[in-house]
């Protein structure tokens, strides 16, 4: 079955400090794939998303490219910011009525 | 942009009673709603799935009828945590998926119950 796996947390970082955070799928077919945030306490927000190979999503500061070669969908920001601090989910979906595959999340607290 | 209203973001209640959760689709027709349930620091769980008009579909180990999960119109779908107990706390949240493709997949804001 479908799977996405994304790097262990807690990512602490420092202000400004260049961000990845690593995401691998599998899948079978070719399956859109998507970043969410989570603030404490609230739902999840998307944060971007890529729906075929080489497409790259980008939103506040944000990259993902869609790599089908190394079936990888990697989380980018070039300068953090404390209000960046929440946890992460890389997810993937076949089909737009089918759940969202979700990674286990991973949590970036970013310090002044 | 496509929202998804949850209510009530918290609840409070005493074992044995039961909870109703909604949620609503503001500005699009949800064809399909997800019901999640996240534990602390943890990943989110599917628990079912529900398209307006039919019966949900449950995933492995839910029990749906303690969970039960009405969506009747394009618009509305509710959980209702039936005789709730302590293990039940937890933070739920809804997301929606319409017939448009370009809204995708949008989540509730999340409900935290507790009981006590």
């Known amino acids: 079955g479908n799977s996405v796996t994304q790097m262990e947390g807690p990512v602490t970082l420092s202000e400004e400090a260049f961000l990845t955070i690593n995401c691998t799928y599998t899948?079978?077919?070719?399956?859109?794939l998507f970043w969410y945030v989570q603030y404490p306490g609230e739902g999840l927000q998307l944060l971007l998303k890529?729906?075929?190979?080489?497409d790259k999503g980008s939103n506040k500061g944000f990259e993902a490219t869609y790599r089908k070669e190394t079936t990888s969908f990697h989380l980018e920001k070039g300068s953090v910011q404390v209000s960046d601090s929440a946890v992460y989910f890389c997810?993937?979906?076949?089909?737009?009525?089918?759940?969202?595959?979700f990674g286990k999340g991973t949590r970036l607290s970013v310090i002044a | 942009g496509a929202v998804v209203s949850q209510h009530p973001s918290w609840v409070i209640c005493k074992s044995g009673t039961s909870v109703k959760i909604e949620c609503r689709s503001l500005?699009?027709?949800?064809?399909?709603m997800f019901w999640y349930r996240q534990f602390p620091k943890q990943s989110l769980m599917l628990m079912a799935t529900s398209n307006e008009g039919s019966k949900a579909t449950y995933e492995q180990g839910v029990e749906k009828d303690k969970f039960l999960i009405n969506h009747a119109s394009l618009t509305l779908s509710t959980l209702t945590v039936t005789s709730a107990h302590p293990e039940d706390s937890s933070f739920y949240i809804c997301?929606?998926?319409?017939?448009?493709?370009?809204?995708?997949?949008?989540f509730g804001s999340g409900t935290r119950l507790t009981v006590v």
């Open positions: 500005d699009f027709q949800a064809t399909t």
């Open positions: 890529a729906t075929k190979a080489d």
């Open positions: 997810a993937l979906s076949d089909t737009g009525n089918t759940p969202l595959v």
């Open positions: 997301s929606a998926s319409g017939a448009n493709r370009a809204h995708g997949y949008t």
């Open positions: 899948a079978t077919g070719y399956p859109s």
